[in-house]
């Protein structure tokens, strides 16, 4: 069961796409890159002097900014001291397995060169890069798989787009046509220039019909068979499910699903936001997300110049630090037998059933770690932090599998325990 709230039925997995082979990387992958990045990186957050609330990428819409307005930063945008290897570099000692960055987002601004408009990073801006190019190019390279988020709906730069009310009457938008003359060979475009496309990361379904939807997944598939359509293209036709931003559901989903996540409170890179997320909580959210069969999508918002935010950096490297250690417990595993417990989340390898991990968040005063209802006894257990792989004694009462451990937590964050079912 779906816990109410946590997936909005219109993004939820397409039912056959729940054992399509072609989803198996993304089961195995478990972390990924979010990136957003666009013009609102220059006003960070403030307008005319004035600190504009909410996510940072909105700063157009909160403020009204009339599209000939928000054009102009277009020609201060000179991002050069963006380096797409350093970028690509962060998410793979993050241990993140793939990336999904803005080509274009409700601003309408493309960040890819495009023929449909000249609002685009190449033929508008001093830099006049395509860091799309760059960025597909560096992930091949790095092995890190390449996606784009595509606001499909909204554009409040298109005079047909949904969102903008300020510049345009809507009563006179021709949605239909903006979907076919606009999007659809956009996303042609992001599916023949730049390689391979593992992911088309669509947001905000709103008005979008079944027709729409379907007719862009299929698109999307003659184009590029293998790559993934996200549960917001919406009614319900994506190849995976995606969860509201920051929400993890209560319990165990069985779909194959995502969380987009944010490490402070915005996507897009405002200047004045500083409440970063603690390590502890983001290794916590990454390793309850996987026992209950997601993925993380875990957001940086570089500046104007190209920066990934230092406190982005640090906390991706943690995390990083602590996968190289504890990453078999995560990639490629399913959720654990044991579920709903507050002190532990558990994980079972994708490839051998009999291998359990424990992952312990709250380790017992006593080292005395007590398990209750697992399909069968226990044959031996280690902690991962243990290179020689020591065998704790394992013992059965009433039921319980008993593990004695250490009195000291050997990881405060999440100590993880092997346990090898008999
Ligand atoms: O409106 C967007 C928002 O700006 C951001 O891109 C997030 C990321 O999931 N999606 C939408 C809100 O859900």
Same mark, same amino acid.
């Given at each position: 069961?779906?816990e109410?709230?946590?997936?909005r039925?219109?993004a939820?997995?397409r039912p056959d796409a729940?054992?399509?082979?072609?989803?198996?990387?993304?089961?195995a992958a478990?972390?990924? !890159?979010?990136?957003?990045?666009g013009l609102?990186?220059i006003?960070a957050g403030v307008?005319?002097?004035?600190?504009?609330?909410g996510?940072?990428?909105w700063?157009m819409y909160?403020?009204?900014?009339?599209?000939?307005?928000? %054009?102009?930063l277009?020609?201060?945008?000179?991002?050069?001291?963006?380096?797409?290897a350093?970028?690509?570099?962060?998410?793979r000692?993050?241990?993140?397995?793939?990336?999904?960055?803005?080509?274009?987002?409700?601003d309408g601004?493309?960040?890819?060169?495009?023929a449909?408009?000249s609002?685009n990073i190449?033929d508008?801006?001093p830099?006049?890069?395509?860091? !799309?190019? %760059?960025?597909?190019a560096?992930?091949?390279?790095?092995?890190?798989?390449f996606?784009?988020?595509?606001s499909?709906t909204?554009d409040?730069?298109h005079p047909?787009g949904?969102?903008?009310d300020w510049?345009?009457?809507?009563?006179?938008k021709?949605f239909a046509g903006y979907?076919?003359?606009?999007?659809?060979?956009?996303?042609r %475009?992001?599916?023949t220039?730049?390689g391979p496309?593992?992911?088309i990361?669509?947001?905000t379904?709103?008005r979008?019909?079944?027709?729409q939807?379907?007719?862009?997944?299929?698109?999307?598939h003659?184009l590029?068979?293998d790559c993934?359509?996200?549960?917001?293209i919406g009614?319900?036709?994506g190849?995976?499910? %995606?969860?509201?931003d920051?929400?993890?559901?209560?319990s165990?989903?069985?779909?194959?699903w995502?969380v987009?996540a944010?490490i402070n409170?915005?996507w897009g890179y405002?200047?004045?936001?500083?409440?970063?997320k603690?390590?502890?909580?983001?290794?916590r959210?990454?390793?309850d997300?996987?026992?209950k069969?997601?993925?993380?999508?875990?957001?940086v918002?570089?500046t104007?110049e190209?920066?990934i935010?230092q406190?982005s950096?640090?906390?991706?490297?943690?995390?990083?630090?602590?996968?190289?250690?504890?990453g078999e417990?995560?990639y490629n595993?399913r959720?654990g037998?044991?579920q709903g417990l507050?002190?532990?989340?558990?994980?079972?390898s994708?490839t051998?059933?009999s291998t359990v991990?424990?992952?312990?968040?709250?380790?017992p005063?006593?080292g005395?770690?007590?398990?209750?209802g697992l399909?069968r006894?226990?044959?031996?257990?280690y902690l991962?932090?243990d290179?020689?792989r020591?065998?704790l004694?394992v013992t059965?009462?009433?039921?319980a599998v008993?593990i004695h451990?250490?009195?000291?937590?050997?990881?405060?964050i999440?100590?993880?325990?092997v346990?090898?079912l008999?």
């Open positions: 069961m779906v109410e709230g946590a997936i039925t219109e939820m997995q729940r054992t399509d082979p072609r989803l198996n990387w993304f089961r478990k972390f990924g !890159m979010f990136i957003h990045w609102y990186a006003p307008w005319k002097g004035r600190q504009i609330p996510i940072g990428e700063i909160r403020a009204r900014i009339p599209v000939a307005e928000y %054009e102009q277009a020609r201060q945008f000179n991002p050069v001291k963006f380096d797409a350093e970028w690509v570099s962060l998410a000692r993050a241990g993140q397995k793939y990336l999904v960055i803005t080509a274009k987002h409700h601004f493309c960040m890819f060169k495009t449909l408009t609002y190449v508008a801006t830099f006049g890069r395509d860091p !799309m190019k %760059e960025l597909a560096e992930c091949q390279k790095q092995g890190i798989r996606g784009f988020y595509y499909q909204q409040w730069h047909d949904d969102g903008n510049d345009y009457d809507p009563a006179k021709d979907i076919e003359n606009y999007v659809k060979p956009q996303v %475009e992001l599916l220039n730049y496309i593992a992911i990361w669509f947001d379904p709103r979008i019909t079944v027709e939807s379907r007719s862009l997944v299929e698109l999307v003659q590029q068979p993934l359509v996200n549960g917001r009614n319900g036709l190849d995976y499910a %995606e969860a509201r920051n929400r993890i559901p209560d165990l989903v069985d779909m194959d995502e987009p944010t409170d915005t405002k200047s004045y936001d500083q409440n970063w603690p390590v502890e909580e983001l290794i959210k990454l390793v997300i996987v026992s069969g997601g993925n993380y999508l875990l957001n918002g570089p104007a190209g920066i935010p406190p950096v640090e906390r991706l490297l943690a995390i990083g630090d602590w996968l190289r250690v504890n417990s995560v595993t959720p037998p044991l507050e002190w532990c989340r558990t994980t079972v994708a051998d059933p991990y424990v992952h312990i968040f709250d380790w005063h006593d005395l770690i007590r398990l209750v399909p006894p226990a044959a031996g257990a991962l932090v290179p020689a020591t065998a004694p059965h009462q009433d039921g008993l451990g250490p009195a000291q937590a050997p990881d405060p999440d100590a993880v325990l346990l090898k008999a």
